[in-house]
């Protein structure tokens, strides 16, 4: 008989669990491949909501920012409640909640950042995107915001835009990373 690959192999001693079944479900949002990669993830845990966050971070990934609409979505995929979805989703700053620029510039203004000219730099940020804190610019490519400590106290000032590190920065060094950027659109 074939294997079935949708159900979770035993746990010696813990108690079996069946895999929950994959829904063909219809979504707006989501695509075909976001929902495939969800039901599978989702018989990778015994508990169906340990797949609360493997879940919102398919669709942030796929979407870049979360809402009702796709914790909706999220909810018939796999069968956790909306509402404990986006419970969930506001502990965590790296999940938005509403469409972001292509470069999500955050700044750190902690203690040691903060000693090294952090506000200089958010001032000089604003000045130069032409946006406040918080704000994505009309052109949709950066959204400036404001970070907790980023552990990279060491290279004071610094910030991290998407998934990279920036550090000791200085207006120079602000100015060709922006150039950059907007020469790669
Ligand atoms: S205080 Fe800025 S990275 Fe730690």
């Given at each position: 008989?074939?294997?079935?690959?949708?159900?979770?192999?035993?746990?010696?001693?813990?108690?079996?669990?069946?895999?929950?079944?994959?829904?063909?479900?219809?979504?707006?949002?989501?695509?075909?491949?976001?929902?495939?990669?969800?039901?599978?993830?989702?018989?990778?845990?015994?508990?169906?909501?340990?797949?609360?966050?493997?879940?919102?971070?398919?669709?942030?990934?796929?979407?870049?920012?979360?809402?009702?609409?796709?914790?909706?979505?999220?909810?018939?995929?796999t069968e956790i409640p909306a509402k404990q979805l986006a419970e969930a989703a506001t502990f965590y700053t790296l999940f938005p909640k509403k469409p972001r620029g292509k470069y999500l510039i955050m700044v750190c203004d902690n203690i040691s950042c903060a000693l090294c000219g952090a506000d200089n730099l958010l001032r000089y940020l604003e000045e130069k995107l032409g946006i406040k804190v918080g704000e994505t610019t009309q052109d949709n490519l950066f959204t400036l915001q404001i970070a907790e400590c980023l552990a990279g106290c060491s290279s004071a000032p610094m910030m991290q835009v998407n998934h990279d590190y920036h550090e000791n920065l200085t207006r120079a060094k602000v100015d060709a990373l922006i150039e950059g950027w907007r020469k790669d659109g």
């Open positions: 008989m074939a294997e079935n690959k949708t159900e979770l192999q035993p746990i010696p001693g813990l108690p079996h669990v069946k895999a929950p079944s994959a829904p063909q479900v219809k979504t707006r949002i989501l695509t075909a491949e976001s929902v495939a990669e969800i039901q599978k993830k989702m018989v990778q845990y015994p508990v169906r909501k340990s797949a609360v966050l493997p879940s919102l971070t398919v669709a942030y990934r796929q979407v870049g920012y979360l809402n009702a609409e796709i914790y909706a979505e999220l909810s018939a995929i």
